[in-house]
């Protein structure tokens, strides 16, 4: 009796290493499968094609949601496709799974930027500036920064802007961001500066040039907040900036 016993429990051993080889091998293939899908939906999202993109990446989640790239992935065709939550909801996940994965976390930090979330957006970012790895640390200062102005807590918006411009000096949106905290906080002169030098880094930028026009119409500059207005137009005509730019030149004739 105690021969079979032994006879049946090597056999029921023998049975469990082979099914958990199996699972092991399945699982593999299935992982395999998904990183070739996911593949496939970030050649559309280069593309800028964002609805094939996000079918195949939940063609890809069906095979195997764990992998945090795939995350991370849906949160940015959820972004482009302006479903903030769905994004939220999948830089999470990507963080989740993998705590050290830096552009999700900064993504997730954007996200909350778009739902004016200001707080939880200064706690993603403020990880972010603790990487010494990452090698864009100027974009998550510069963030910090934005969410420090829509707080007007100014100083901090200076603060982050200047620290993200001394990595680097040519950063439009930290210039666009500091040239802003000076206008809000009447330094006038210093936003003209400010925004003359991002226009010469960024010469196709309407937003930078309709800021730039805003500030030379505040210090009585006429002829050059007309000219700058100008330019908005002829860089967007068709835009919302190019609607703003016309009003204020009807204004200034």
Known sequence: MKMKINNFMWAASILLIFFLGSCAANL???????????????????????????????????????????????????????????????????????????????????????????????????????????????????????????????????????????????FAIALNGLGKTYLATGRISKAIATFEKAVKNSPNSAELYLDLADAYRLSREYKKALDAYNKVVEIAPDSPLAVDAQKEIKNLH
């Open 28 to 170: 593999e293939l299935r992982k395999n499968q998904e990183e070739a899908i996911r593949n496939f939906g970030e050649a559309y999202i280069r593309e800028g094609d964002y609805t094939k993109a996000l079918g195949k990446l939940l063609e890809a989640e069906k095979l195997y949601s764990k992998d945090p790239h795939l995350q991370y992935d849906l949160g940015l065709v959820y972004m482009a496709k302006e479903r903030i939550d769905l994004a939220i909801h999948h830089f999470k996940k990507a963080v989740e799974i993998k705590s050290d994965y830096t552009p999700a976390k900064n993504y997730l930090g954007v996200a909350y930027l778009a739902q004016k979330r200001w707080d939880d957006a200064i706690s993603c970012f403020k990880e972010i500036t603790g990487d010494l790895l990452y090698v864009t640390p100027h974009y998550p200062l510069s963030n910090l920064g934005w969410a420090y102005y829509n707080k007007k807590e100014y100083d901090l918006a200076e603060k982050y802007y200047k620290d993200a411009l001394k990595i680097e000096p040519k």
